[in-house]
Each structure stands twice: as C-alpha cells, then as structure tokens.
Nanobody, 122 residues
Framework: QVQLVESGGGLVQPGGSLRLSCTASGFTLNYYAIGWFRQAPGKEREGVSCISRRDSSTYYADSVKGRFTISRDNAENTVYLHMSSLKPEDTAVYYC???????????????WGRGTQVTVSS
C-alpha cells in the first residue's frame, strides 16, 4: 500500500526551528519527486518545497527561501524539511506528496499524507 506519513510538527516560538519528516511505505521514495505543501485556515494549499527524483535538485517558494531546507535520506526512505527562523505566518498544516517532477502545484501531486500541524506563536 502506497503511503506517505508526515511527522515532526508542533508548537514553536518565532525564530525557532523544527524538522518535519515524510516517510514513505509501499514504494521507493527516490523514484519520485517529493513536495512539501502547507495550508493555513481559510487559505489555499501552497507549495513550499520540492526535491526532484533524479538529481535531487531542490526548489523553494520565495516565502521560505533561505529559511527552509529539503533533503532526502534514501536509506530511511524519508524526506525532511528543516525549518528555521520560523514566523507566525508559517503556521499551517504541512503535507507531503509525490509526483514525477517538481512543480510546486498541488494538482501535479498525489498520494498525499494526512499532514502535521506547525504552530509558530509566542
């Protein structure tokens, strides 16, 4: 059964850091591009970052460039999203999903996980 499971969310103060994990089962994760998306209450789902399936090229939304880093651990079949200098506007449910290519467009992705909540607040 193809499945992606997110973990690592939580409550963090502004300026803090978190590391999210996206662990795959039922398929080999590095055969796919893996994207991270987020959705805040009342807002559309937004593409955050993606790592490509061939050369592990990385892509970021302008809003997170320089603060978030995406990486892949093939042995663990897991993709990570390292988030630093967090801001209240980063508060959202974060999801991972897979695609054949990296375009930060939600409709290009499938096999969505159930998400993990990130709350940035003092």
């Amino acid at each position: 059964q193809v499945q992606l499971v997110e973990s690592g969310g939580g409550l963090v103060q502004p300026g803090g850091s978190l590391r999210l994990s996206c662990t795959a089962s039922g398929f080999t994760l590095n055969y796919y591009a893996i994207g991270w998306f987020r959705q805040a209450p009342g807002k559309e789902r937004e593409g955050v970052s993606c790592i490509s399936r061939r050369d592990s090229s990385t892509y970021y939304a302008d809003s997170v460039k320089g603060r978030f880093t995406i990486s892949r651990d093939n042995a663990e079949n897991t993709v990570y999203l390292h988030m630093s200098s967090l801001k209240p506007e980063d508060t959202a449910v974060y999801y991972c999903a897979r695609s054949m290519w990296c375009r930060l467009t939600a409709t290009d992705f499938g096999s969505w996980g159930r998400g993990t909540q990130v709350t940035v607040s003092s």
